[in-house]
């Protein structure tokens, strides 16, 4: 033992602060419900009270977390709360939590099998038994043609699918040349924005990205998708690549994949497939046929970090041709080179996405699937559906308000009948009394509510608040 002085904290201390941590967080879920859903703060409320200046000398835990208390926590949004209704979850369990404690407490750096085999192969198995729980074709497997990587998003997983798509269409000449600004991409309108994040990141250039338009469902309507292919073809462009969608993030519309995945074949266009929220009802069999047609699909992607109670960032991202995506994304320099590596035996992670480095992530999802079971995660997601279906019939049979798109699953947009305007002071009202929180859209001019039942500890009781709410706020708004 050196007596050298240090500033670390010793291991006593980590083992009394880090059992407070734990009750901090099981009081904190226990207590919930107290807080406002949607925090009250205003612009530049929370950095007010924060110094200009960082500490010089040590702060106690108990200090930080004295902070923690009165500064922090009114500027949280409880996305944890159960009466959180609002965007698309982020939810998380216990032990996802312990699985990402886990996680930091090793500090593995995983960006190639030697800098951790457990890793990299507790990685590929968890996505293997994920590819089952979902029914996925064997060409997703890593024992097939294709595989399976964890991502931080789907944003960043529809980026990987976009650049191994223009690699692919260009023979890998555009990673050496840059791109000639021929290559269309094709989307719905109502395709997350990430996928035209992607195109300008990708290089292909706004320009060539094409909205296709919507049918009364909000799916993309393919006649319109065949249309402006052809239509590029004749003017000496080159289509690429399609992003389906299941479960779009404003209505849970869902593209027909099946339809989209034959046009894909016929102009050999790549097929990304987005369920973000809704890939994860995909592990109930009743609910698996949103995914028919995956089997035409050349990537699919869904974040248990949605709908899967893990923790925040944790998108699964499939791939039917590995070797696409490392042809893509590879890069050996001479200090990452090692024996493992060149063997050509083992998978290195760091060649399946944009960034080298990489947590312990599949941590969190090994522990979610394996505490819970199948049968558990497919319980809480059928409970979900169960309750925003029972939500969408109350709304059909309200005579002040109308469904405003079809609730395929936890997601029921609604709204009353009195217009725009009133729609918009009902969510304002709700949202600033602190009970619960919800979001809006916009459909066809028209402003929606969102109601999104899926976080962890949403019950029936709490669904049933909400619609009480919602019922007792349209009086007091009305008088
Ligand atoms: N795609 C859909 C359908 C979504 O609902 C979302 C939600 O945010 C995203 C993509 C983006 O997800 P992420 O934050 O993981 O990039």
Redesign the pocket.
């Known amino acids: 033992m050196s007596n050298t002085k240090n500033f670390h904290m010793t291991s006593e201390e980590f083992r009394r602060q880090g059992k407070q941590m734990i009750d901090w967080i099981a009081d904190y879920y226990e207590t919930v419900e107290k807080y406002p859903v949607l925090s009250q703060m205003h612009p530049g409320e929370i950095s007010h009270q924060l110094p200009l200046d960082p500490p010089s000398e040590s702060e106690s835990m108990e200090q930080i977390m004295s902070d923690v208390n009165s500064i922090i926590m009114p500027g949280i949004t409880h996305w944890q709360s159960p009466s959180f209704f609002a965007?698309?979850p982020a939810n998380t369990s216990g032990p996802s939590i312990l699985g990402d404690l886990l996680s930091s407490g090793l500090g593995v750096q995983g960006m190639l099998w030697a800098t951790s085999p457990a890793c990299t192969e507790l990685e590929t198995r968890v996505l293997d038994w994920l590819a089952e729980m979902l029914q996925l074709p064997e060409k997703f497997k890593s024992t097939s043609t294709g595989g399976a990587v964890i991502q931080?998003?789907?944003?960043?997983a529809?980026l990987s699918a976009l650049l191994a798509a223009r690699e692919r269409k260009t023979n890998y000449q555009t990673n050496d040349s840059g791109c000639l600004g021929n290559l269309v991409a094709y989307i719905s309108e109502q395709?997350?924005s990430?996928v035209e994040k992607a195109v300008k990141i990708a290089g292909i250039g706004r320009n060539n990205l094409r909205l296709i338009g919507v049918d009364e469902k909000l799916a993309m309507r393919t006649d319109l998708l065949e249309k402006a292919i052809e239509q590029d073809l004749v003017n000496g462009l080159v289509p690429f690549f399609v992003c389906a969608?299941i479960?779009?993030?404003s209505t849970n519309a869902m593209d027909p994949l099946t339809e989209i995945g034959h046009i894909c074949q016929q102009y050999q266009l790549w097929l990304h497939i987005?369920?973000?929220?809704s890939g994860t009802a995909a592990i109930c069999p009743e609910y698996r046929f949103i995914l028919n047609g995956v089997e035409l699909a050349d990537s699919f992607s869904f974040?248990p970090?949605?709908w899967m109670f893990t923790n925040f960032?944790c998108?699964c991202f499939f791939i039917a041709d590995r070797s696409s995506l490392i042809k893509t994304l590879s890069i050996l320099p001479e200090y990452l080179k090692n024996q493992a590596t060149e063997s050509g035996a083992v998978i290195d992670y760091r060649d399946w996405h944009i960034q080298l480095g990489r947590r312990f992530r599949s941590l969190k999802l090994w522990f979610v699937i394996r505490n819970y079971g199948v049968n558990g995660l497919r319980h809480h997601i059928r409970e979900h559906v169960r309750l925003a279906q029972e939500f969408a019939g109350w709304i059909r049979t309200s005579n002040d308000f109308e469904l405003v798109a079809p609730a395929p699953l936890n997601l029921v947009c609604f709204a009353h009948k009195k217009g725009n305007d009133f729609n918009r002071k009902l969510l304002e009202t709700i949202n600033r009394e602190g009970k619960m929180y919800f979001t809006h859209t916009i459909i066809k001019d028209q402003f929606v509510l969102r109601m999104c039942i899926a976080q962890t500890h949403t019950q029936a009781q709490h669904v049933l608040q909400a619609w009480e709410t919602i019922i007792k706020t349209v009086s007091e708004l009305t008088i």
């Open positions: 965007y698309f931080d998003t789907a944003s960043s529809a395709t997350h990430s969608t479960g779009t993030t987005d369920a973000a929220m974040n970090h949605k960032d998108n």
